[in-house]
Antibody, heavy 117, light 112 residues
Framework: EVQLVESGGGLVQPGGSLRLSCAAS????????MHWVRQGPGKGLEWVSR????????NYADSVKGRFTIYRDNAKNTLFLQMNSLRDEDTAMYYC??????????WGQGILVTVSS | DIVMTQSPLSLSVTPGEPASISCRSS???????????FDWYLQKPGQSPQLLIY???NRASGVPDRFSGSASGTDFTLKISRVEAEDLGIYYC?????????FGQGTKLEIK
């Protein structure tokens, strides 16, 4: 069974940092592009970032470029999102997703990040 | 960025009746290999989104055949032939041709 389990969320003050993790199981993690997508409270979906199978290619939404870093550890089947200089508008549910845009797209259950003083 | 515009933003449907949701993209998400890099997702209450239709018209694994998708240029349609109670939720379209991937505003389907 495919599983994507996010962790590392919580409450952080503006300007602070958090690192999200996504533990993957049930599939060959190292063969998939992986993405992060977020959803603000009561809002729609916003794509955040993606990286390729070996982590050598990354892309970011303009809203997070220069503040967020996506990376992966294929030996541990884990995806990460390092979030620095957090802002109020980064408050959202963050979803780890596999193969977004492909036939085998799958989303984790999400982890809540709240940025507030 | 490619802008995705859905309509309607909400609809209320009686079980057993059909439903249709449209999505228009500001640029065609047609890939050079011939596929539309366009998907439909359903987010049920309290859940993460689940893939319904990929590449414009292909049903994802396990998706009932009452769901169908069509694509032409910049216009996309999701049809539900006979709505069931379990179909309630918010439907999103998404283009994955270029970054940033972009989503429609969402269409909330309510069951009468």
């Amino acid at each position: 069974e495919v599983q994507l389990v996010e962790s590392g969320g919580g409450l952080v003050q503006p300007g602070g940092s958090l690192r999200l993790s996504c533990a993957a199981s049930g599939f060959t993690f190292k063969t998939y592009w992986m993405h992060w997508v977020r959803q603000g409270p009561g809002k729609g979906l916003e794509w955040v970032s993606r990286l390729n199978e070996d982590g050598s290619t990354t892309n970011y939404a303009d809203s997070v470029k220069g503040r967020f870093t996506i990376y992966r550890d294929n030996a541990k089947n884990t995806l990460f999102l390092q979030m620095n200089s957090l802002r109020d508008e980064d408050t959202a549910m963050y979803y780890c997703t596999r193969d977004l845009g492909g036939a085998q797209a799958y989303w984790g259950q999400g982890i809540l990040v709240t940025v507030s003083s | 960025d490619i802008v995705m515009t859905q309509s309607p933003l909400s609809l209320s449907v009686t079980p057993g009746e059909p439903a249709s949701i449209s999505c228009r993209s500001s640029q065609s998400p047609l890939h050079s290999q011939g596929n539309y890099f366009f998907d439909w997702y359903l987010q049920k209450p309290g859940q993460s989104p689940q893939l319904l239709i990929y590449w414009g018209s292909n049903r994802a694994s396990g998706v009932p055949d009452r769901f169908s998708g069509s694509a032409s240029g910049t216009d996309f349609t999701l049809k539900i032939s006979r709505v069931e109670a379990e179909d309630l939720g918010i439907y999103y379209c998404m283009q994955g041709l270029q970054t940033p991937y972009t989503f429609g505003q969402g269409t909330k389907l309510e069951i009468k």
